[in-house]
């Protein structure tokens, strides 16, 4: 057995080495390495065979791995999992090569990891940051039971197009909420110490722009305006770098003629200057062979260099800089610097996370239950967003449960299950066996379910929409679970059409036309466009995203009333697809309306305004708001409000504070998120709820991306329920 360089002089002086300040002790490291190791810090492959079993005869691609990671070629994998696999592949780096540098192990820890909590978008609709970040933190703790150490999560990518599929990954449309959301999720992740060995290295993605792909296309360039980089995609960037972030990830898309991946001006301006992240910087897979196909790098060794110039540390799955950095660091002292720097700042991130002391350091712990978590998750993501006073079901009321996902154990799981094992969800049906009447409907979908494959609707086949509707016609309520399939929403999973498949709508029309009381539960991974005959023939409406591995038991506490209706929408619904990009946080227009004229921004053949707006969320209660004052304060102003729960139940609501300017000089958006804040009132108490507003907070960056305060003009501050609804204070500032 040989052991490594590193190991064998770090273990006799391990105890006097760790008084040491990280960055001395990186410096003796680099010290003893060579430019061909120093390049190997800087390749990511993906997990490339089954590193407990035996080699795979006769495969010159496997072997060629094999021998770069014996020789120090590999400085982190991802796609490895299981204690098993990570310690025998940690072994081979350990103590097979020269200098014994462990690896670490990425693996894209979505929302959760072999136990599923709710998609992103569906956990923003909580408005809960507390349960975020235990969320967050869960998914951490099974993880790091199994090995690895480093998530390729959050996204923070604003989006305003739900025909994107990646919306689901994110936190939705607005930067303050997504800033929020990214520090909950970055704390949760990554605790108080990375050396914990049940915390992950979280991994801001993807910088920067990605989720404005042009019409809604993956992997598409993207278009803004440099106003809108400065307001809208960057700010949630900067809050998990200020939270810690140990690592960011490139986008795959390009904008201004230049791919994010060799964007120097927007990396060293923007990540590493203004907002001083000095952690790792990965690629997205493939990333930096893909710019010769955006045709911007005229070859691998080309876009090697330019990734490099961009400050890209880690090379994942392109090949380009273990096949070209010792020739440019050779050829060019600059790029020598950049691949030195490249791994100070990988190797500082292993002695973070304590794997240069302990190699095996997440490959000990037992994986705990997270269920319990996840469960919370999915109750307090739902949203109802329509009900006639059916919900919550009552004792006693007959209940037909019928809809292509209601018995569904996969596609309710979401996109992003590489870990979970398939099946794996608890059904709604399942949840509700022995107290309501579940009749399988048409299938939404048929053939292969795959992660990388297109799914294939049902198109034709009704028959059984029909048996089901007979056989529940003697039930006092229908609830039909209906929607999207986890792969039909996610990476590469872009939609032109938002509506619901035309086979549940037939079963939604027939279960309409029984005169029943419909409940709708919708599962989704964006947001959808209910046509208005959907819409107005549902006595009730819940928004279930995709819930994950304990959906079933969490929908059905909510449906029944055990649970509250929780969530508020992270993002605008469109009545239709024309009105994409829709949010709520545009601008004015040189001729707003409505005028009794043609001549006034508008459409002719629907409404500007959407089918269910940003913030929005029914309770079981109601509450009425009253009496807001804006007071001066030592940061800004503080605006209270009394809210008063007008109801026969308990509830919560998000109180949420917008504000508009105008007459500063630049344009600025109608209404915009500052502040929110839950509050939960027994039936006909209330209470005085203060949110403060920083006169910082209205600052904002023009085109050239320097900061303007808002000096003069006039503000406004409207609290309220939700983006279109709220008491409404205005000031002139002098």
């Not at 893909?290 to 110039?309: K, N, P, Q, S, V």
């Not at 229908?478 to 872009?494: F, I, K, M, P, T």
């Amino acid at each position: 057995m040989r052991f490594g360089t590193f190991l064998f002089l770090a273990l006799p002086l391990a105890a006097a080495a760790q008084t040491k300040p990280v960055a001395a002790r990186v410096d003796s490291v680099l010290a003893l390495m060579t430019l061909e190791e120093l390049v190997g810090q800087t390749n990511q492959y993906n997990g490339f065979w089954n590193a407990t079993g035996p080699m795979p005869a006769g495969n010159e691609w496997v072997a060629a791995r094999v021998a770069a990671l014996k020789r120090g070629g590999v400085g982190s994998v991802l796609n490895v999992a299981g204690v098993d696999e990570v310690r025998a592949l940690q072994k081979v780096a350990v103590e097979e090569t020269r200098m014994g540098i462990p690896l670490i192990f990425g693996l894209d820890v979505i929302h959760g990891y072999q136990t599923l909590t709710p998609i992103p978008l569906a956990e923003a609709a909580s408005w809960d940051l507390e349960a975020i970040k235990n969320s967050a933190r869960a998914a951490a703790r099974e993880a790091t039971a199994d090995g690895i150490n480093w998530t390729f999560a959050p996204m923070v990518d604003i989006s305003r197009d739900p025909r994107w599929g990646r919306v689901m990954e994110g936190a939705g449309e607005d930067p303050f909420l997504g800033s929020r959301i990214a520090e909950a999720r970055v704390r949760g992740f990554q605790g108080a110490n990375l050396s914990d060995p049940t915390t992950l290295a979280a991994c801001l993605k993807h910088f920067a722009g990605y989720g404005f792909a042009v019409a809604g296309r993956d992997y598409h360039t993207t278009d803004y305006s440099a106003h809108t980089l400065y307001n809208w995609i960057l700010p949630p960037f900067e809050a998990g770098v200020k939270a810690g972030a140990a690592t960011v990830m490139n986008a795959f898309s390009a904008a201004n003629g230049i791919p994010a991946t060799g964007d120097s001006a927007l990396v060293w301006g923007e990540l590493r200057g203004r907002m001083g992240f000095d952690g790792v910087l990965v690629s997205d897979w493939g990333s930096i062979g893909e710019m010769t196909a955006h045709g911007y790098a005229a070859d691998l060794r080309d876009a090697a260099d330019r990734a490099l110039a961009a400050g890209c540390d880690i090379d994942m799955e392109s090949d380009a800089y273990l096949r070209y950095g010792v020739e440019l660091a050779r050829r060019n002292p600059t790029d020598s610097v950049r691949i030195r720097e490249a791994a100070r700042r990988i190797l500082t991130l292993k002695f973070e996370l304590g794997v240069m002391d302990d190699p095996y350091r997440y490959c000990g712990a037992t994986k705990p239950d997270v269920r319990p978590d996840a469960y919370e998750m999915a109750v307090k993501s739902s949203v109802l967003l329509k009900n006639s006073g059916v919900l919550p079901l009552a004792a006693g009321v007959h209940v037909g449960l019928t809809g292509p996902l209601a018995a569904e154990k996969n596609g309710v799981l979401g996109n992003w299950r590489v870990s979970a094992k398939d099946q794996s969800a608890q059904s709604l049906a399942e949840a509700v066996a022995g107290q309501w009447t579940y009749v399988a409907s048409s299938p939404h979908s048929v053939g292969q379910e795959a992660f990388h494959a297109e799914l294939t609707l049902n198109q034709t086949d009704t028959r059984a929409n029909d048996v089901a509707l007979k056989a529940l016609r003697k039930h006092d309520v229908l609830v039909l679970a209906v929607g999207e399939h986890g792969n039909e929403s996610g990476e590469g999973r872009s939609r032109t059409s938002l509506r619901i498949s035309a086979v549940q709508q037939d079963l939604i029309r027939k279960a309409y036309a029984t005169g029943k009381q419909v409940v709708l539960v919708v599962y989704a991974g964006r947001p959808l466009v209910l046509e208005p005959w959907i819409r107005d023939g549902a006595a009730a409406i819940l928004w279930a995203w995709q819930p994950g591995t304990m959906g079933g038991s969490a929908l059905a506490d909510v449906l029944t009333g055990r649970r509250e209706a929780y969530g508020r929408l992270p993002m605008t619904f469109p009545r239709s697809e024309g009105q994409i990009p829709l949010s709520y946080d545009g601008y004015s227009t040189g001729r707003p309306g409505p005028k009794p004229e043609v001549f006034w921004s508008h459409y002719t053949d629907e409404s500007n305004t959407p089918a269910y707006p940003f913030g929005f969320g029914l309770s079981y209660t109601s509450f009425e708001y009253r009496d807001l004052v804006v007071t001066p304060s030592a940061q800004g102003w503080t605006a209270s409000v009394t809210v008063r729960n007008t109801g026969t139940r308990a509830g919560s609501d998000v109180v949420q504070l917008y504000v508009g300017r105008q007459g500063n000089g630049q344009l600025y958006p109608v209404k915009a998120l500052k502040g929110f804040k839950r509050l939960t009132l027994e039936p006909g108490s209330e209470a005085r709820v203060s949110i403060e507003l920083p006169l910082e907070a209205l600052t904002q960056r023009d085109g050239q991306g320097r900061n303007v305060l808002f000096a003069h003009g006039t503000l406004t501050v409207t609290v309220g329920p939700h983006s279109q609804d709220g008491l409404t204070w205005t000031t002139q500032m002098p």
